[in-house]
């Protein structure tokens, strides 16, 4: 049973950044795809990143794309996402999750198919 830590988060002023860890316990997280959920307070839950099995296969969501990037180091059992030029509207819980198939995709990420789910670490941009 894989279970999964997600750390990192704290408060940033606008335009800086942060990076938030994903490891796992419990299982080898090299077959599983990553991927980053946010819900901010009152919103829907958004897709952020995915990294699969295969670090050439990544996915990111409109509104981070080109600001955040994710990673992993499978000798660490840890994925990171790197998140740069932070925003207000980037202040959210982020979450990492697990997918067996271990592969990234828009459907998988729209429909969240992860098995298994970490807690929450939050993220605060603000002056």
């Known amino acids: 049973q894989v279970q999964l830590v997600a750390s990192g988060g704290g408060l940033v002023q606008p335009g800086g950044s942060l990076r938030l860890s994903c490891t796992a316990s419990g299982s080898i997280l090299d077959s599983y795809a990553i991927g980053w959920f946010r819900q901010a307070p009152g919103e829907a839950r958004e897709a952020v990143s995915c990294?699969?099995?295969?670090?050439?296969?990544?996915w990111y969501g409109a509104s981070v794309k080109g600001r955040f990037t994710v990673s992993r180091d499978n000798a660490k059992n840890t994925v990171f996402l790197q998140m740069n030029s932070l925003k207000p509207e980037d202040s959210a819980d982020y979450y990492c999750a697990a997918n067996e198939q271990g592969i990234c995709s828009n459907y998988i990420m729209i429909v969240a198919e992860f098995n298994h789910w970490g807690q929450g670490t939050r993220v605060t941009v603000s002056s």
């Open positions: 990294i699969g099995s295969s670090t050439t296969n990544s």
